[in-house]
């Protein structure tokens, strides 16, 4: 089987030669081909250049564009920092007065740089990979955005106490959001992974949830042209699974490393599509033994869900994470055959 | 159970649902009798403490804390308005300088330090976002405050208060000012507090007036008034 096939049997619930597997892998290809960072996020060529050795060298199958999230806080004029050994980060986020929101302005999506970079590496990985291997998209929730554009705090103050400075940026976010995804759709990717933060308990009051994030999600997903992944962002998210159950277009769940799947096989029923848990930004303080133990005991737990992929949560694969530990959890999964 | 503490309960109820005009009216009810400084005193801090516990224990969100700030905050303008129209209920404490380090604009916890420390009573001298190592100990020389707070997110920013440690080696001022470092970065990397020349950390804001009487008692120790 291919890549893309055993991806879309997990979706299916239909039978494989081996379990599915990925690992967020996108820093990682820096390193494989020893390409420095401020060109690895910068130049789309560069970029598929270390996607490839990641193919070759780690068969994941799935493979991922740019987790660069501050890039699209940059074309709205936030200020990034490239950072040794990891992806670039937010330096300044563009608006410190929130009076002044009316000067966030959409960037041209067309041409702006970060965009640009986005989008051709997403037409770049997908016209490589032609479909044997699918090309998982990166983006900023739109609702997370905000807090890159105008910093945790302003964003938080505005949810809470702001009802119409809110909608404004919605409805902002929301143009911007359907454009892109869109075009990342129209470029080839197969899905689109989202962490999700603004949208858990865990940040916010589960009312700002029901009233005002849910409803600016469904508005947003029912207009694009693929799938959505929906990933913890960083928070555990079995137990509220049930509030995005709903949602139009998500294929599936991105777990947190802390969370049970047993306890989101209950929210969510049998069919979703769940991934992760293995703690992908630990992976370089561990030894490749232990993280293939680790992998073992989640293989072991999801043994006969038919609707499940190996992946690793949270954040990129650490950079000093050892090659061992990747291409053990490769051999892992030829051990775990038909699922 | 007591009136206070009944108090206590219910602004802990409020806040925890996010109802800042409530918990307003709450203290505003409590202070009429008395004093917004004794509200403060009563209430809420010991309400704040209590948040702080469920904090730590991650039974909050990040919203509920930023709440139990606001209504703090809204106290503090509060006491200091009442402080003008009674000629001066001052701060107890301190005082004491904070900001985020230079190139660190990152200032949520650094805004809900400054405020948790001022509403236990902290005379805070809050330097903002950007600060550089001799802002800060200008600043702590300038007022006579034995802390220094620094607060940085990312790891590369973090090494930046190592230059405020270098400072106050040179100025020979170690020992009397007491550095505390805080922020995202040093809960992943813990061990980065020492690295960077920090006296102390907290794990989280509400932590910080605990940290603060802690790293003033030291100063004060080894080198007394």
Partial sequence: MTSMERVVAALQGTKTDRRAFTMTLSLYGAKLTGCPLTEYYTVPEKYLEGQIAVAEKCRPDIIFTPFALALEAQAFGSEIVFIPHDAPNVRKPFLRNLNDIDKIKLPDIEHDKSFLYIRTTSQLLADHFKGKVPICGVLTSPMDLPAIIMGVDGWLELLLFDRKKTATIISLMSEYFISMANSLFHSGINFLAMPMMFTNPHLVFEKTITDTVVPALADMFRQLKGPIVFHHGGNPLAEYLQHYQSLPNVGGFVLDPHDSFTEARKNVGENRLLLGNLDGPSLGKISPSRSIEKARKILDNRRGDKHFIFATSAADVAWDTPMETITGIYELMQQYGES | ?225
């Fill in chain 2, 1 to 225: 159970m007591t009136n206070v503490e009944q108090t206590r309960m219910t602004l802990i109820d409020v806040i925890l649902k996010g109802e800042r005009e409530q918990a307003n009216t709450l203290l505003d009810n409590y202070a009429a009798s008395c004093s917004y400084r004794v509200a403060m005193n009563d209430i809420l801090e010991p309400v704040l403490e209590q948040i702080g516990n469920m904090w730590a224990e991650e039974s909050i969100s990040l919203a509920q804390g930023y709440v139990a700030g606001k209504v703090s905050e809204d106290m503090l303008l509060k006491i200091f308005n009442e402080g003008i129209n009674t000629a001066g209920i001052q701060p107890e404490k301190g005082p004491v300088v904070v900001g985020n380090i230079e190139d660190d604009y990152h200032s949520l916890g650094r805004k809900l330090v400054s405020v948790f420390l001022q509403s236990a009573g902290w005379k805070v001298f809050d330097l903002g976002n950007d600060v550089t190592a001799g802002e800060f100990v200008d600043k702590a020389v300038e007022t006579g405050a034995r802390i220094i707070g620094v607060s940085a997110m990312m790891y590369t920013t973090a090494q930046n208060i190592g230059k405020v440690r270098d400072e106050l080696v040179r100025r020979k001022l170690s020992g009397r000012i007491q550095l505390a470092v805080g922020g995202a970065v040093f809960k992943i990397r813990p061990e980065l507090a020492r690295e960077v020349g920090g006296d102390g950390t907290a794990s989280s804001c509400f932590k910080a007036p605990g940290l603060f009487e802690e790293l003033w008692e030291k100063s004060l120790k080894e080198v007394p008034l």
